[in-house]
């Protein structure tokens, strides 16, 4: 079910990716709550940081200097050790970032079919820079493109748009899986999904 996991894999912050919507920061809040761990969202803390929306920050810096914000946050927070991590929906994109993750946190992607995510298109569009004057079609391509980022994630979760308490204990599920996979590595094999 597992690819080859790095030792220690259990140790390292859980760092939660996904499309936009899915819920990183709904799920990654219960999810720090139900395992004792601090919670890092990293838009939140770059709006914090720089008293900016990050539709603001796409508009007047542009994607390339907010990915710069967006890596050195997450570098920040990965350093400070286990915890839950909620990153923005293009961090994992990023080539540099997505390395760092893989490297030293337990990256896990929560999943929510497109059939489903065509769904909730129309309430997410406001605060979000990508997705303003794109058609579902352009939105569609989009969640595409970072899909086949995502796949480089250690863990792959499917979180229906249900409930945040859902998506929690499908993830909760899965980190106890990979743990007794790690315990007992023979029983080993490919990806999970």
């Known amino acids: 079910m597992y690819s080859a996991l790095p030792a220690g894999i259990l140790q390292r912050p859980i760092a939660l990716t996904g499309f936009m919507g899915v819920g990183?920061?709904?799920?990654?809040?219960?999810?720090?709550?139900?395992?004792g761990l601090e919670l890092f969202d990293v838009d939140s803390m770059i709006e914090e940081r720089t008293g900016m929306?990050?539709?603001?920050?796409?508009?007047?810096?542009?994607?390339?200097?907010?990915?710069?914000?967006?890596?050195?946050?997450v570098a920040e927070v990965v350093a400070n050790g286990r915890s839950v991590i909620a990153l923005g929906g293009g961090a994992f994109v990023d080539p540099s970032t997505r390395e760092l993750l893989i490297d030293k946190a337990l990256v896990v992607h929560l999943h929510l079919p497109w059939s489903q995510m065509r769904e909730v298109l129309d309430g997410l569009g406001s605060d979000?820079?990508?997705l303003q004057g794109k058609t579902s079609e352009e939105v569609h391509d989009l969640y595409l493109q970072r899909l086949r980022a995502y796949?480089?994630?250690?863990?792959?979760?499917?979180?229906?748009?249900?409930?945040?308490?859902?998506?929690t204990g499908r993830v909760l599920m899965a980190l106890e899986r990979l743990r007794h996979a790690v315990e007992a590595p023979s029983a080993g094999g490919g990806p999970m999904s």
Not at 54 to 73: H, I, M, N
């Open 24 to 35: 990183k920061s709904s799920v990654g809040r219960l999810l720090a709550a139900h395992l």
């Open 53 to 73: 929306s990050v539709a603001e920050l796409f508009a007047s810096r542009g994607e390339p200097q907010f990915r710069t914000l967006e890596r050195e946050t």
């Open 128 to 130: 979000r820079p990508l």
């Open 151 to 167: 796949r480089k994630a250690h863990l792959r979760v499917t979180v229906p748009r249900s409930s945040p308490e859902d998506g």
